[in-house]
């Protein structure tokens, strides 16, 4: 492996195809004969539902509606739990979870066939603070006794008897949203039966490997019946590692023996695939006179949504990046993944990283105020440097630049003269 890409002006080996209107993406994909698929989604967030498609059935040009008894082999997929169903039995958790799957001969009459389906709710009660979600006594939005996926705990030192001992404290909550990934290209995908029958899907994906299993699990057949065919894809930011349309396409394509496709609208796709997981976060840090960090205390309280998919991975990362670059010796990290009727939340760039410095570096700057020091003079204290322990114990020996950084930032900002004292001057 070559690495000597760092600081070269490179072309994208996708770029020129892309930037001049070649590329093909899955909606620009036709087949001859190929029909149109329309999801069904739940507008309730957590409801027992009934439907009846006998009128949607009769319009003309519907050639198929597929629900629950329709999946051939597993009604579930998920990343790291099953938790997700392909289309959903008699329970939805969350606003847009599928529930049926028109296959037409045209999208307007599967949008006309998607009105025609009738849906009776049974609602229950819908749980959207993760903290009331976290419970003994909550709801259930899975089968269990609790909504808590993982729990992740980090301990270093003496917290107790450390926080004793420091000069000045702050402690503050903050919480931080949901996000979207707002790629620029909606889902959207096609698939056909070829002549030995492999089924075909055509998708933007970020996992076509575990898409294949995924699709073959729901279908019941061998991985190696099932192709996954990545065109180009316009965006994904994490939030193509979820399946979302891959096994209808693939059921309605084996199912019919014809080409379907499907494509999402903005508004679907915002309600289709995961989010960036909001986090409540605690904390309490304390510091010396001297402008030492002696000590951190957080909990993190993750919204997972409705469905579980890199829940563990995330809130484990937002625990592990909870004390951010700084040398703290007594820590003490809960970090928690919480069900709720929520979107489900999922991969997005930072996995975890990018929600925590919003709380631990307004600490330093509080922390800084307090101690009447610049937050330039604050940071480089308590930095990590080459030989720093960090708080899960790992030792930093090679390439710790922070301080470089940090500098360079002081060079062209001018921190510690705007800043003089703690407080803006």
């Known amino acids: 492996m070559k690495l000597d890409v760092v600081g070269r002006s490179l072309i994208r080996v996708d770029g020129l195809s892309k930037v001049t209107g070649k590329a093909i993406y899955p909606q620009d994909i036709y087949m001859e004969g190929m029909l149109y698929g329309k999801t069904l989604r ?9 439907l009846d498609i006998t009128e949607a059935l009769k319009i003309d040009g519907v050639v198929k509606i597929l629900t629950a008894e329709d999946v051939p082999g597993h009604n579930s997929h998920g990343v790291l739990f099953k938790d997700h169903e392909v289309l959903c039995n008699k329970k939805v958790r969350r606003v847009g979870d599928p529930m049926a799957f028109v296959v037409a001969e045209s999208e307007k009459i599967g949008d ?20 009331e979600a976290m419970k003994e006594t909550a709801p259930q939005i899975h089968e269990g006794n609790s909504n808590i996926v993982y729990h992740y705990k980090l301990r270093k030192g003496n917290i107790e008897e450390a926080f004793k001992e420091c ?12 996000v979207d990934h707002a790629f620029l290209q909606p889902e959207a995908g096609i698939a056909y039966m070829e002549e030995d029958g492999t089924v075909v899907v055509a998708v933007a994906t970020q996992y076509p490997h575990f898409d294949q299993i995924e699709v073959a699990e729901a279908l019941g057949i061998p991985t190696e019946r099932i192709k996954i065919i990545n065109p180009a894809v316009g965006g994904a930011f ?8 891959q ?17 999402y609208s903005r508004e679907e796709s915002f309600e289709a695939h995961s989010k960036r997981h909001s986090v409540k976060m605690k904390y309490k840090t304390g510091a010396t006179k001297e402008g030492k960090l002696l000590a951190m205390e957080a909990t993190l309280i993750g919204d997972t949504g409705a469905y579980a998919s890199w829940a563990i ?16 010796p007594n820590v003490k990290v809960d970090s928690y993944s919480i069900y709720t009727n929520n979107p489900f939340a999922g991969a997005m760039r930072g996995f975890g990283a990018a929600q925590v410095p919003i709380a631990y570096e307004q600490q330093m700057d509080m922390l800084a105020e307090k101690l009447n020091i ?20 790992q030792l930093l020996d090679e390439s710790v630049p922070l301080d470089r950084c940090i500098e360079e930032v002081e060079k062209n900002m001018n921190f510690i003269e705007r800043f003089k004292g703690g407080v803006a001057q």
């Open 167 to 178: 000069h000045v404290l702050v402690e503050n909550e903050y919480f931080v949203p949901m």
């Open 42 to 50: 739940s507008t309730k967030p957590h409801a027992y539902f009934k």
């Open 374 to 393: 610049d937050p330039v003079t604050f940071r480089l204290k308590n930095i990590f440097r080459v030989g720093s322990e960090t708080a899960t114990g």
């Open 247 to 263: 096994i209808h396409l693939a059921m309605a394509a084996k199912i019919t023996g014809k080409p379907v496709k499907a494509i």
């Open 112 to 131: 006309e066939a998607l009105k025609a389906i009738k849906v009776e709710y049974e609602e229950l009660e819908a749980l959207f603070d993760p903290s």
């Open 238 to 245: 994490g939030g193509r590692e979820d399946i979302t349309m």
């Open 313 to 328: 991975n995330v809130m484990r990362k937002s625990g592990v990046h909870a004390t951010g670059p700084y040398e703290i």
